[in-house]
């Protein structure tokens, strides 16, 4: 992405473009990753309500992958996680490991 | 037909903010400030204005309310003194950096501590960097021509920057003095209809204020930022010609009195540059070449100008009703750079007067255009800043 020269800015720094968060890709903030594990998912998308970014991907109205693009690894999912017969269905693991 | 009036300098601002009828008010009271936003509330009561007066809980949250009506698109003004302009602080440069024409009379009082409630500069002079234009004002009535014609130039297009207007504490706002009101239909035509710049209530083009700038933009946003300050010396003058076309009363950048022809001479700001010019007149009479220069525009500082205006002088004081302490008074500083670039620099001296609202007396002009005089003939600076006015 090229920079902008002063010259070239909004007036006060208003962002005139709505919806423009989905360029900012915040991934690379990340230590820990969340791991999802179908097999414990009971499908009731607590994860996809409490991201607070856009890293939960529903495809037909069911959880899909990650896309870790969006995801900075608060944990919040896997903290709310309510998994299947006590296995979570969302783990964190250190990235690098 | 102007109307004359004999008013106080708050009554003759409030007078002022009834005829540019603001959207939104957003005020918390404060000596001597508070029997201005008292009047106002009253036109607001009384049905005499549009305006939605909020009533906040601090000066901080009255800048913040300001900022979110202006981002929303609205004409707002409020108005200050002294610690309510302090709390103000962290608000006034997100107002300034948002580029939201707000405009503000501060009616000057000293800061605490010890706690005072009279007039000297602190205040203002604190807020100088913080990136609002900035208007003097000598009495009522230019505070009231200053306060209209600060809604046509913080809210001009190339512009669209806050406005302080600084009168006096006490000394302007609760004196009562002539003045000439100028028709309701006149301002309401010299200010214009509110022209909006990416109002947030505009729904249908969704938009973000107030983003996180890292260091990858944030340096470019203050170049941006200084590039419309050098337009503001222009549009200050264009929009002083157009007032004066409706009121035959004359603005620049600053006022210059028998300064021409003149070896030495005061630089002072507001009030006190009444009483220095019966003292120049006296000077004058005594066949002493004295003038003077008050600054009116302050921030943007129009340096070049003021170089110009003074460099043909032997000897100047500069007057400051704000102390910085540990280095020379504000306008000594914007003064001193001004004339670096002079090939020949007039001699120089800073004096601090009247702090916390001190009396300044004709016998104070008097000493320090003595001062000049001798230092003219001697070319000996006794002290380069010394305060005046004070027991020993």
Redesign the interface.
């Known amino acids: 992405m090229k920079?902008?020269?002063?010259?070239e800015?909004?007036?006060?720094?208003?962002?005139?473009e709505?919806g423009n968060a989905a360029e900012f890709k915040t991934g690379s903030w990340r230590a820990f990753k969340p791991i999802w594990i179908e097999e414990n998912c009971i499908q009731c998308l607590f994860c996809w309500l409490y991201c607070p970014d856009m890293a939960i991907k529903v495809k037909d109205g069911k959880r899909a992958e990650y896309d870790y693009d969006y995801c900075k690894g608060c944990g919040i999912c896997a903290m709310e996680c309510p998994g299947k017969k006590g296995q979570k269905a969302i783990v964190m693991v250190e990235e690098g490991r | 037909m102007a109307r004359i009036v004999a008013v106080t300098g708050n009554e003759a601002v409030a007078e002022a903010l009834r005829q540019t009828n603001p959207d939104v008010c957003a005020a918390y009271p404060i000596t001597p400030a508070t029997d201005l936003m008292q009047r106002f509330a009253s036109f607001v009561a009384n049905g005499q204005v549009d305006t939605e007066l909020i009533l906040v809980e601090s000066e901080h949250s009255a800048m913040s309310a300001c900022i979110g009506a202006a981002a929303g698109g609205g004409r707002v003004a409020t108005a200050t003194s002294s610690q309510g302009l302090a709390l103000m602080w962290e608000m006034l440069y997100i107002a300034a950096?948002?580029?939201?024409p707000i405009i503000m009379p501060v009616v000057n009082r000293s800061l605490s501590a010890p706690l005072n409630i009279h007039g000297d500069h602190s205040d203002a002079m604190g807020a100088r960097d913080s990136g609002w234009i900035q208007l003097w004002s000598e009495n009522g009535q230019e505070a009231y021509d200053n306060t209209i014609q600060a809604f046509k130039i913080g809210e001009h297009m190339d512009i669209?920057l806050p406005v302080m207007v600084c009168l006096d504490g006490f000394i302007i706002s609760h004196s009562i003095e002539r003045a000439e009101y100028l028709e309701d239909s006149e301002v309401k035509n010299f200010v214009g209809e509110y022209k909006t710049?990416?109002p947030l209530l505009d729904i249908d083009?969704?938009?973000?204020?107030?983003?996180l700038?890292l260091p990858?933009?944030f340096h470019?946003?203050k170049?941006?930022q200084h590039?419309?300050t050098t337009k503001v010396k222009d549009v200050v003058l264009d929009i002083a010609k157009e007032f004066e076309k409706i009121s035959g009363r004359k603005y620049g950048l600053f006022e210059t009195y028998r300064l021409e022809d003149a070896e030495i001479a005061l630089v002072i700001l507001n009030s006190a540059a009444g009483t220095s010019k019966d003292v120049v007149d006296e000077f004058r009479d005594r066949g002493i070449k004295v003038g003077l220069l008050k600054p009116r525009l302050f921030r943007p500082f129009p340096y070049e100008e003021v170089a110009d205006a003074l460099k043909h002088l032997k000897a100047i004081c500069v007057m400051d009703r704000a102390d910085s302490s540990g280095g020379y008074g504000p306008v000594f500083l914007e003064v001193s750079s001004a004339l670096y670039h002079v090939k020949k620099r007039p001699r120089m001296i800073n004096k601090i007067y009247g702090l916390g609202g001190r009396d300044y007396l004709p016998q104070h002009a008097e000493q320090v255009l003595e001062e000049l005089v001798e230092i003219t003939k001697t070319d000996n600076v006794r002290i380069i800043k010394e305060y005046i006015g004070v027991r020993e």
């Open positions: 920079l902008k020269g002063w010259k800015l909004t007036p006060g720094a208003v962002i005139l709505a | 950096g948002t580029r939201l669209r710049l990416n083009n969704p938009k973000s204020f107030g983003p700038i990858d933009l470019e946003y170049r941006a590039e419309v």
